[in-house]
């Protein structure tokens, strides 16, 4: 067939300067179709003539004024129903083919006599007016929770201006659930629009009631946000548009990302709601810009939100139950006759009495329901076990199959006692461990023994373990890490003192006999090549020498200066005047340390003059010493009031030893 296309592309290569026969090759027709249209001078849509008669019979023409009889009585006839009723009137008039001739009919007598059509008019929007919110179903999306089927709707919140959306998770059209949602969209968009839109929920307007009349507790939403309400007619969504058209957008895209992570499993309901809070950001990033500009003409949001939940006061009945919503819910049997408050909130019940909340229990979703936990009532039952036998909630106090598979055992064993054993199997579950208990019931199933609560509970003691006390292990010291420690910090000090110092700086000198050390100079070099020091001198030289008295005080304070911020460990005995030898290094045994992060030096004994080796002190010899360290102390020990110095047996002050807390 010849296009408008085909005769605009001959014109093109005729314009060009192609010959015709090659002009009406390229444009894709034949030569003679291409002289015609040029004689023309008109395109094929312009010369082709209407199409308005018929090629064939039409065999309804002798039964149509029927067929508009039926039709004008009733016009949501369809095509098939009138045909099924032609071939009733007429048998073997009108074959089965024949039905797509008499729906031709039919939608052309719809478009030209029948009744007119509803309109749907386009709606100017204008920024942070209107928001529109719906629940929507997303149990086909088949979300799993830790492998269990997790059955949920989805209340979902649009602006209509930009089509911001987000959503809050619940699991009925009830009133909690719409005010926990909206009152979440308000406040992560941060502002409040002028109209909130909604379906003709229950939870919004009353059953049989105009769609301007809301609930009590709506219309206290709407007044604590200044929201004015909207219903739209029931069974009209088509006037929610924004919202519905959002739900079908956003359920695709959730099953779009599901696809993409592969797997529909979550490890619990936090981490799904993690993932839809996601999903709902990456498509809230195309619409920041409207988005803004909604933002700017919100209007503030109140200074606090509304309680969601709903407040019953009911009585606990003797069973130990309360009825709330239709559904049947335990409470531990010391509140049984006591009035309760029931917080009804969208997912769970709180239960509070005397100002305390006594317990908290899951929802249950839907009317007639109930829920008995066993662990209310097993004190009193396992009391009355042929109470169990017909209890109406029996079904309830089975926490689990393996729970059930162990009744059904005992029923088989010792049917006079099944109930009993039973009920002293479940009150071990509640008192001890109830995930014990089923542990010990699956090994016990493995075998064809005699199954009792007294071998549960020795299996249980035999296999609960107590917590044993944490033995705590201090292991040894190893005194020759401070040692290694001593030599790396007097290796730098000394290389100090010797680069500062004259030659010879290092000191020897004899030590005790009954005194392992090892002298300066005397002994084997550390790891470093340097000298190993590992005494502090405390004794005297010779009585009288002075040479020997102040090469010793030289020594002393040379040796204290490489030692810097070390201890006083062990000191050791000071030699006597009647010993005559002069002392070394290592006569101490030990080394004078002083506090930590201190360095050590000397200081005299007297306050507010500086330390001199050469001060006349008492003592003998030409100096006036006999020990190196009567007459000075360490600049850092004893600082602070009340600490301990370096202190002396009685008598050693008339040899010149270390002198205590007094003699500053």
Same mark, same amino acid.
Request: hydrophobic share 35%; proline share 5%.
């Given at each position: 067939?010849?296009?408008?296309?085909?005769?605009?592309?001959?014109?093109?290569?005729?314009?060009?300067?192609?010959?015709?026969?090659?002009?009406?090759?390229? /444009?894709?027709?034949?030569?003679?179709? /291409?002289?015609?249209?040029?004689?023309?001078?008109?395109?094929?849509?312009?010369?082709?003539?209407?199409?308005?008669?018929?090629?064939?019979?039409?065999?309804?023409?002798?039964?149509?004024?029927?067929?508009?009889?039926?039709?004008?009585?009733?016009?949501?006839?369809?095509?098939?129903?009138?045909?099924?009723?032609?071939?009733?009137?007429?048998?073997?008039?009108?074959?089965?083919?024949?039905?797509?001739?008499?729906?031709?009919?039919?939608?052309?007598?719809?478009?030209?006599?029948?009744?007119?059509?509803?309109?749907?008019?386009?709606?100017?929007?204008?920024?942070?007016?209107?928001?529109?919110?719906?629940?929507?179903?997303?149990?086909?999306?088949?979300?799993?929770?830790?492998?269990?089927?997790?059955?949920?709707?989805?209340?979902?919140?649009?602006?209509?201006?930009?089509?911001?959306?987000?959503?809050?998770?619940?699991?009925?059209?009830?009133?909690?659930?719409?005010?926990?949602?909206?009152?979440?969209?308000?406040?992560?968009?941060?502002?409040?629009?002028?109209?909130?839109?909604?379906?003709?929920?229950?939870?919004?307007?009353?059953?049989?009631?105009?769609?301007?009349?809301?609930?009590?507790?709506?219309?206290?939403?709407?007044?604590?946000?200044?929201?004015?309400?909207?219903? &739209?007619?029931?069974?009209?969504?088509?006037?929610?548009?924004?919202?519905?058209?959002?739900?079908?957008?956003?359920?695709?895209?959730?099953?779009?990302?599901?696809?993409?992570?592969?797997?529909?499993?979550?490890?619990?309901?936090?981490?799904?709601?993690?993932?839809?809070?996601?999903?709902?950001?990456?498509?809230?990033?195309?619409?920041?810009?409207?988005?803004?500009?909604?933002?700017?003409?919100?209007?503030?949001?109140?200074?606090?939100?509304?309680?969601?939940?709903?407040?019953?006061?009911?009585?606990?009945?003797?069973?130990?139950?309360?009825?709330?919503?239709?559904?049947?819910?335990?409470?531990?049997?010391?509140?049984?006759?006591?009035?309760?408050?029931?917080?009804?909130?969208?997912?769970?019940?709180?239960?509070?009495?005397?100002?305390?909340?006594?317990?908290?229990?899951?929802?249950?979703?839907?009317?007639?329901?109930?829920? &008995?936990?066993?662990?209310?009532?097993?004190?009193?039952?396992?009391?009355?076990?042929?109470?169990?036998?017909?209890?109406?909630?029996?079904?309830?106090?089975?926490?689990?199959?393996?729970?059930?598979?162990?009744?059904?055992?005992?029923?088989?064993?010792?049917?006079?006692?099944?109930?009993?054993?039973?009920?002293? &199997?479940?009150?071990?579950?509640?008192?001890?461990?109830?995930?014990?208990?089923?542990?010990?019931?699956?090994?016990?199933? /493995?075998?064809?023994?005699?199954?009792?609560?007294?071998?549960?509970?020795?299996?249980?003691?035999?296999?609960?373990?107590?917590?044993?006390?944490?033995?705590?292990?201090?292991?040894?010291?190893?005194?020759?890490?401070?040692?290694?420690?001593?030599?790396?910090?007097?290796?730098?000090?000394?290389?100090?003192?010797?680069?500062?110092?004259?030659?010879?700086?290092?000191?020897?000198?004899?030590?005790?006999?009954?005194?392992?050390?090892?002298?300066?100079? +005397?002994?084997?070099?550390?790891?470093?090549?340097?000298?190993?020091?590992?005494?502090?001198?405390?004794?005297?030289?010779?009585?009288?020498?002075?040479?020997?008295?102040?090469?010793?005080?030289?020594?002393?304070?040379? &040796?204290? +200066?490489?030692?810097?911020?070390?201890?006083?460990?062990?000191?050791?005995?000071?030699?006597?005047?009647?010993?005559?030898?002069?002392?070394?290094?290592?006569?101490?045994?030990?080394?004078?340390?002083?506090?930590?992060?201190?360095?050590?030096?000397?200081?005299?004994?007297?306050?507010?003059?500086?330390?001199?080796?050469?001060?006349?002190?008492?003592?003998?010899?030409?100096?006036?010493?006999?020990?190196?360290?009567?007459?000075?102390?360490?600049?850092?020990?004893?600082?602070?009031?009340?600490?301990?110095?370096?202190?002396?047996?009685?008598?050693?002050?008339?040899?010149?030893?270390?002198?205590?807390?007094?003699?500053?």
């Amino acid at each position: 067939m010849v296009t408008d296309r085909h005769i605009q592309r001959l014109h093109h290569f005729d314009h060009q300067g192609w010959p015709k026969g090659q002009a009406a090759a390229k /444009a894709g027709i034949d030569d003679k179709t /291409a002289r015609k249209y040029r004689r023309l001078g008109r395109l094929p849509s312009e010369v082709r003539m209407a199409h308005d008669w018929r090629t064939r019979p039409d065999p309804f023409a002798d039964v149509w004024s029927q067929v508009e009889e039926q039709l004008t009585v009733n016009p949501g006839l369809e095509a098939q129903t009138l045909f099924a009723w032609l071939q009733r009137q007429y048998p073997g008039r009108f074959a089965d083919g024949q039905l797509r001739t008499l729906q031709r009919r039919l939608k052309q007598w719809r478009a030209l006599h029948g009744p007119a059509e509803e309109v749907f008019f386009t709606q100017v929007h204008q920024p942070g007016r209107l928001c529109a919110s719906d629940f929507t179903h997303c149990t086909s999306l088949g979300i799993t929770v830790n492998g269990q089927p997790f059955p949920h709707l989805l209340y979902h919140f649009v602006l209509t201006y930009s089509n911001w959306e987000t959503g809050t998770l619940c699991f009925a059209e009830s009133f909690e659930s719409l005010s926990t949602g909206l009152q979440n969209a308000l406040a992560e968009l941060g502002g409040v629009p002028q109209v909130h839109r909604t379906d003709s929920l229950t939870a919004a307007v009353p059953p049989g009631g105009e769609r301007h009349t809301f609930q009590k507790r709506y219309q206290g939403l709407l007044q604590h946000y200044s929201l004015q309400g909207q219903a &739209i007619n029931p069974t009209r969504s088509h006037e929610n548009g924004d919202v519905e058209q959002s739900h079908r957008q956003f359920k695709r895209a959730l099953d779009q990302a599901l696809l993409l992570r592969g797997s529909r499993d979550f490890p619990s309901r936090g981490d799904y709601e993690l993932f839809v809070r996601e999903l709902f950001g990456q498509r809230n990033q195309g619409r920041v810009q409207r988005f803004q500009e909604e933002r700017a003409v919100l209007r503030p949001l109140p200074a606090q939100r509304l309680d969601a939940c709903k407040r019953v006061r009911v009585r606990v009945d003797r069973g130990s139950t309360i009825h709330v919503g239709g559904n049947t819910y335990s409470v531990a049997s010391r509140l049984i006759g006591e009035w309760v408050e029931v917080r009804v909130h969208a997912d769970h019940l709180d239960v509070w009495y005397a100002q305390k909340q006594v317990e908290r229990l899951p929802r249950l979703r839907g009317r007639g329901k109930h829920r &008995i936990e066993y662990r209310h009532v097993i004190d009193w039952l396992v009391r009355k076990p042929g109470a169990f036998a017909d209890y109406c909630y029996r079904d309830d106090l089975f926490p689990s199959s393996r729970f059930r598979l162990a009744y059904d055992r005992l029923r088989a064993q010792q049917p006079e006692r099944a109930a009993k054993e039973y009920l002293q &199997i479940l009150h071990l579950a509640a008192k001890e461990s109830e995930s014990g208990v089923e542990a010990v019931l699956e090994r016990l199933s /493995a075998g064809d023994g005699r199954l009792s609560a007294a071998l549960v509970l020795e299996e249980l003691r035999k296999h609960d373990k107590p917590l044993s006390v944490t033995a705590v292990t201090v292991a040894a010291v190893d005194l020759r890490q401070y040692d290694a420690l001593l030599e790396g910090t007097e290796a730098e000090d000394v290389e100090g003192t010797e680069r500062e110092g004259a030659a010879g700086a290092v000191f020897e000198g004899a030590a005790l006999a009954d005194v392992p050390v090892q002298l300066r100079g +005397a002994g084997p070099a550390g790891a470093a090549g340097e000298p190993q020091l590992r005494a502090l001198p405390a004794g005297a030289g010779a009585t009288g020498d002075a040479g020997a008295s102040e090469q010793a005080d030289r020594a002393s304070a040379a &040796i204290l +200066a490489a030692a810097a911020g070390q201890e006083l460990v062990g000191v050791g005995p000071e030699a006597v005047p009647a010993q005559g030898a002069a002392t070394g290094p290592a006569a101490a045994g030990g080394l004078v340390r002083g506090p930590a992060r201190e360095r050590a030096g000397f200081r005299e004994c007297g306050f507010g003059e500086d330390a001199s080796v050469g001060r006349d002190c008492s003592g003998t010899g030409a100096r006036g010493s006999q020990g190196a360290f009567h007459d000075v102390q360490l600049a850092g020990a004893g600082v602070a009031d009340r600490q301990a110095r370096p202190e002396v047996e009685p008598g050693a002050e008339e040899f010149g030893g270390l002198r205590g807390a007094g003699d500053r």
